[in-house]
């Protein structure tokens, strides 16, 4: 079966900080990893990874993927209060239909 | 605007009740799912649907079905036999291999 795990679990920081969440898996078949931000409603998508080693990178954000270790990280700097929000790390595998398998979550609160 | 829309928002279930929940794109995707998510938690498949006329069970399929008549819809209808449906529930669609995109979601909540 296929497993996702996120941490921490939550986070507690003050603008301005860096921040950096994980997510490690176990997934038979391996296509892509995709990390999500979730506030009120609909998760929005940030990034796809499928190649270990290369950064992807969007502003103040940043995550890489390391296919060796099963795992990956997700770089927040200089955090905003908008950064607020819970972060989702999934997991899609080949001919699966294009589903994805969800880790918990982390909750992440930037304070001013 | 192309996009997922789901309704309604808030729903509200009564003991051996059959509620449905709606969700329509305009985006052209093929590939339709439902998820639920539960507080603090991350979100879990129902139902997915890659082509119209076609679907099948995700990892907690019981208590729940859907159809898929036409590409741009895929209802979900929560049954009584779902005894524990307070949750909230999401509904996405993709072009493989594009990422899932996601609507706003509906939360059901047991009377």
Redesign the interface.
């Known amino acids: 079966e296929d497993k996702v795990v996120q941490s921490p679990l939550s986070l507690v920081v003050h603008e301005g900080d860096t921040v950096t969440l994980n997510c490690s898996y176990e997934v038979t078949n391996f296509r892509s990893l995709l990390w999500y931000k979730q506030e009120k409603k609909a998760p929005t998508f940030l990034f796809m990874l499928t190649s270990s080693g290369i950064e992807k990178k969007s502003g103040r954000l940043s995550s890489i993927l390391d296919k060796k270790e099963l795992f990956s990280i997700l770089n927040i700097t200089a955090t905003q209060t908008g950064d607020s929000a819970v972060y989702l790390c999934a997991v899609e595998a080949y001919n699966a239909g294009n589903m994805l398998t969800f880790g918990g979550g982390t909750r992440l609160m930037v304070k001013p | 605007d192309g996009g ?1 829309t789901q309704s309604p928002k808030y729903l509200f279930r009564k003991e051996g009740q059959n509620v449905t929940l709606s969700c329509e794109q305009n985006l052209n995707h093929d ?1 339709m ?1 439902w ?1 639920r998510q539960d507080p ?6 129902i139902y ?1 649907s ?1 082509i119209v006329n076609d679907f ?1 069970k ?1 990892d907690i399929a019981e208590g729940y079905s859907v159809s898929r008549e036409k590409k741009e819809s895929f209802p979900l209808t929560v049954t009584s036999a779902q005894k524990n449906p307070t949750a909230f529930y ?1 509904c996405a669609s ?1 072009a ?2 594009q ?7 509906t939360r059901l909540s047991i009377l």
Not at chain 2, 40 to 45: D, E, F, N, S, V
């Open positions: 997922i590939a799912y998820y603090g938690q991350g979100l879990r498949l997915y890659q099948q995700g999401l993709s493989p291999p990422p899932q995109h996601f609507g706003d979601g």
